[in-house]
């Protein structure tokens, strides 16, 4: 009987710690081993009393359980002036929010004095990032991140390289992860050479032709341009000569081999044919 009622408490525990109650504007919290809801409400930056009214379904505020949910109400006890109050997600640590909003650590440990250990904070804590920023912009613009920018975007619309853009953020570490409300710095665009217009070509100018001025010639000489005439070259013929007699071209005739009659004997006195003849 006593195992029965045993598991039936266990049953109902476990059905209690599962159920997530209503949390309008606020976030959801999976407690911890070594939660209690005074840790969570200063790490959340509100009033144990908010907390507590939060959870109407905790009866006894000095008991919870690992697994159980809780909720953390929207907003902040603490006072942040001049700055801005951030809830933290998961993989977020101190220095990654100090990084994407432009603040160093040590004004961020500053500003959230009830954080007593910067290197543990949760999922759905509160806390303030003060106001100001750290990040240098010589001759350019601060920019607040929005949802959906990009770096290349941002590069787009102000008409900058991506390039000049990273290098003007070294705070960025991977310049493909921005947050929205990081603060980034937008430096401003190189200087274009004005455009010149170069003159259409013209024609040039028509020089007037050259006078040419010939020379003047020696005294004695012919004009200039003129061949003097030369008399032809007449050479006497010698005494006897006589022309060359014309002989007709001699007049040649095929005959065949076996007429010709300086064709060699081709047989020897016997009658027989020689070797070498063919």
Not at 29 to 46: C, E, H, K, P
Not at 177 to 195: E, L, Y
Not at 254 to 259: F, H, L, R
Request: positive net charge; hydrophobic residues 35%; glycine residues 6%.
């Amino acid at each position: 009987m006593s195992d029965q009622i045993n598991e039936n408490s266990m049953s109902g525990e476990n059905e209690h710690v599962a159920m997530n109650p209503p949390c309008p504007n606020g976030q959801l919290y999976t407690v911890r081993s070594g939660d209690t809801m005074f840790s969570i409400a200063r790490r959340a930056n509100i009033s144990l009393q908010r907390l507590i009214d939060a959870n109407p379904q905790i009866t006894d505020p000095n008991v919870i359980r690992p697994g159980q949910v809780i909720c953390i109400p929207a907003g902040s006890d603490m006072p942040c002036p001049g700055g801005r109050l951030y809830r933290v997600v998961a993989g977020d640590t101190m220095y990654s929010i100090a990084q994407r909003f432009g603040v160093t650590l040590d004004a961020l440990i500053r500003a959230n004095p009830q954080i007593t250990n910067p290197n543990e904070i949760f999922p759905g804590q509160e806390i303030c990032i003060p106001g100001g920023t750290t990040v240098q912009c010589p001759n350019g613009m601060l920019y607040t991140v929005r949802a959906g920018d990009t770096l290349f975007e941002i590069a787009r619309r102000n008409n900058i390289t991506l390039a000049a853009l990273v290098a003007a953020n070294p705070q960025i570490t991977n310049p493909d992860r921005i947050f929205p409300g990081q603060v980034i710095c937008i430096p401003a665009a190189a200087a274009q050479p004005p455009a010149v217009t170069l003159p259409m070509p013209t024609e040039p100018p028509t020089m007037p032709p050259t006078q040419v001025v010939p020379p003047v010639p020696r005294p004695g000489e012919p004009p200039m341009g003129t061949v003097p005439a030369v008399p032809p070259m007449v050479r006497p013929c010698p005494t006897g000569y006589s022309p060359m007699p014309m002989h007709p071209m001699p007049v040649y005739m095929v005959v065949p081999w076996d007429e010709c009659p300086y064709r060699r004997d081709c047989r020897d006195r016997k009658g027989k044919k020689r070797k070498r003849c063919k």
